[in-house]
């Protein structure tokens, strides 16, 4: 039976955080003495009121929390916190439509960075700011952060991480989760840090610097420009973007093992960081060629803007240097292989992962063998550790679910009068948390606003689906989640 009371109590909890979190967006408000003020106050006062509503109905609530309890919490706290991070939005008029404002507020929480504004420019710094921390707050989760700063709430409780966490293998660097937690997000933190002084440093504005900081290390890639990192004109802000959006692409696990245990030998022994630069590596040569060749770019040029796009798309972060929607369909075709690719397991970024891939190409690959050694025992490692079958089954299955998913999408895409190749990019870019499309409808640096509404909200369902790696979230549409026994 679900535990409601425990649910409440926690959602509750949730809603306070966010409020705090929105006040810090009121500051920065008061700061610039713009017009979002009264909108953040107004957003700030219902937040509170609905969350300590949700607390008084959970109190004395029982903290034992079965599967069923984590992979409800964990889906309502995206979606709680997505519909309480409209708000602003729509009370201060930025964004007038209710599905807009959803898609938006979503759209940031998981880090995909899709936006349905056209115009970004014209919004007051306040608002600006809290497009970029919900992408920082989604980067690790919602739920994840909480256990780093409020072990008690869920009891650190482990069904919540496996409910939220991402990749098939999730690393515990201690016994106990909550520390586990604050390891991590103390890697993410300091990455967030120097990402804002290098920024700094390469002569962006503090305000540019802490938004893009944020957004670069969630691997989100909202702006508070336009036409993204091209705003600046600056090879030297390029190259420290890609360097931290491909930082943000790695394991953080393998993270905090190299910068605080010293233990340099996992950078070079891990096989899914070596199948990540493998791709970032060869993905880059290859569009580089055909820049060159066929765009008349120079050699550093075509280096740069080959490299940023690659590391962009297979990081999900979406930022853009340049507009790929103009380059050769052929590099199309790579750029959406890394937006279904993603980086690593255990990073901010999102997509099918690294190491899922690995396993795939090794499951195909034990089977060619077992057609001659029929009796061989051919084990599947990542990592020098040999994977279950039990984990290679569940990998099949999210492969099949994560395409069928966007087979469907994409068909619907299509009815609704959008071009093959956006349906599909769109579909792909959702589920991928990535932002941005390819086509002519929908490029790299336009705005999602003329979809219909429909289609946005399947497009947020995606979004949310992609993020919390579907099964979250399909498995509350099952109805044996629904029964007591």
Known sequence: MLNFKLIYKVLGQLLLLEASFMTLCLIMSFYYQQDDMLAFAISIVLTISV??????????????????????????AWTVFSLFGMLPYVIGGYINNPTDAFFESMSGFTTTGATILDDVEVLPHGILFWRSLSQWIGGLGIVFFTIAILPGL????IRVFAAEATGPIRARMHPRLSTTAKWIWSIYLLLTILCFAAFWLGGMSLFDSINYSMSTTATGGFSPHNDSIVHFHSPMVEYTSI?????????????????FKFKFR???????????????????????????????YDIEH????????????????????????????????????????????????????????????????????????????????INGQSMPQTSIMTMLVFFAVFLFACLITATIMVGFGIDNTNAITISLSCMSNVGPSLGTQIGPEMSWSGLPAIVKWLCSLLMLMGRLEIFSVIVLFTPAFWKDN
């Open 302 to 381: 075509a280096f740069r803007s080959s490299l940023f796009q690659v590391v962009s798309f297979m990081t999900t972060t979406g930022l853009f240097s340049d507009d790929a929607g103009k380059w050769p369909h052929l590099t199309w075709v790579i750029l959406g292989i890394l937006m279904f690719s993603g980086a690593c397991a255990g990073s901010t970024s999102g997509g099918f992962k690294c190491a899922r891939g690995m396993m795939i190409a090794k499951v195909v690959r034990n089977e060619f063998r077992r057609i001659l050694h029929p009796k061989a025992i051919l084990p599947v490692k």
């Open 266 to 296: 996992q950078l070079i022994t891990n096989s899914e960081l070596r199948f990540y630069l493998t791709l970032v590596v060869c993905s880059t040569l290859a569009i580089m060629y055909m820049l060159i060749t066929s765009n008349g």
């Open 154 to 157: 869920v009891g650190g409780n």
């Open 243 to 259: 360097v931290f959006q491909f930082l943000s692409g790695i394991n953080f696990t393998v993270l905090y093992l190299t910068l």
């Open 51 to 76: 969350g300590y509503a949700l607390k008084f109905a959970g109190r004395n609530a029982d903290n034992a929390m079965n599967r069923r309890d984590a992979y409800l919490i964990v889906t309502l």
